[in-house]
């Protein structure tokens, strides 16, 4: 199954458009980032494409392999049953413990009021052992560290057996070390053959998946393969500040450095 967006636009309050013409296909297996500017409206993308907001212009459809066609309007149930989404991390008072936080994940398999059984605990547990954090399902969401929190967060996205998986800024607000557990967690997602979309302030982690990027500046959207795509001119424009891209062939990649002089012109 793969997503398609087709021509999307979106304005706030008949407002200017913060995006449009904006087209694209992710499938099994691929990993898509999306970056751009605070503001440019990478979130409200996102929510277009869960079917949280309605585009303006444009659709958002899952094909699947034989040519069946599913959107939010006229197949709800199959839309959402197919796609995993992760927020962004927020303050939570969740009293649940992990393991009763990641087995909601099987909510839109279940019937109304039905709790779950034993082959969704199954899975639950399963899941939980793959993201190596089995260890702490009896321990309350709340009370958990951030980076705890967001490996709890992505396998209830898993556990419901989705096709796609859609991660706004999954890395956001974590440390050095759970960053790029969330990145490795993100590759293994893509190596499952789920298809994932996610959005970054990291050029480093798009580089580092070197998969397809769609880049928001200047309300467009630049589509295309993450090393010919990132540049250090478009990084300079996207984020007002001299940026070099400098390659290690000993890791086999390529990484962002941001240098001391800013661009002219600009303010902090």
């Not at 499938?27 to 898509?32: A, L, T």
């Not at 197949?75 to 393991?99: D, K, L, W």
């Not at 190596?132 to 560290?145: A, M």
């Not at 996207?238 to 941001?258: D, S």
Request: charged share 25%; glycine share 8%; proline share 4%.
């Amino acid at each position: 199954m793969k997503l398609v967006a087709e021509n999307l636009s979106y304005a706030y309050d008949g407002g200017e458009a913060l995006w449009s013409n904006v087209s694209f296909e992710v499938n099994p297996g691929d990993i898509f980032s999306i970056m751009g500017a605070n503001g440019c409206g990478k979130s409200t993308l996102i929510r277009c494409l869960i079917g949280f907001l309605k585009p303006h212009t444009g659709s958002v459809r899952l094909v699947e392999d034989d040519g069946t066609t599913y959107d939010v309007l006229t197949n709800p149930n199959e839309f959402t049953q197919n796609i995993g989404y992760v927020p962004q991390m927020q303050n939570t008072a969740n009293i649940f413990s992990v393991r009763d936080y990641v087995v909601m994940g099987r909510a839109p398999h279940m019937g109304l009021f039905r709790k779950p059984s034993e082959k969704d605990y199954a899975l639950t547990d399963e899941i939980l052992k793959e993201m190596h954090i089995y260890e702490l399902k009896d321990r309350f969401f709340n009370t958990l560290s951030g980076g705890q929190q967001r490996q709890a967060v992505i396998a209830r996205a898993i556990v419901q057996e989705p096709k796609i998986v859609i991660l706004d800024e999954p890395a956001n607000h974590l440390d050095y070390g759970n960053q790029y557990r969330v990145v490795e967690m993100i590759q293994k997602l893509a190596e499952r053959g789920i298809a994932v979309i996610l959005t970054t302030h990291a050029p480093d982690h798009a580089l580092h998946f070197n998969k397809t990027v769609g880049i928001m500046i200047k309300h467009k959207f630049i589509v295309g393969k993450a090393d010919e795509v990132i540049t250090e001119k478009l990084l300079m424009d996207l984020y007002n500040m001299h940026v070099r891209i400098i390659e290690l062939p000993e890791m086999n990649r390529k990484i962002c450095v941001a240098e001391h002089s800013r661009k002219e012109g600009c303010c902090l």
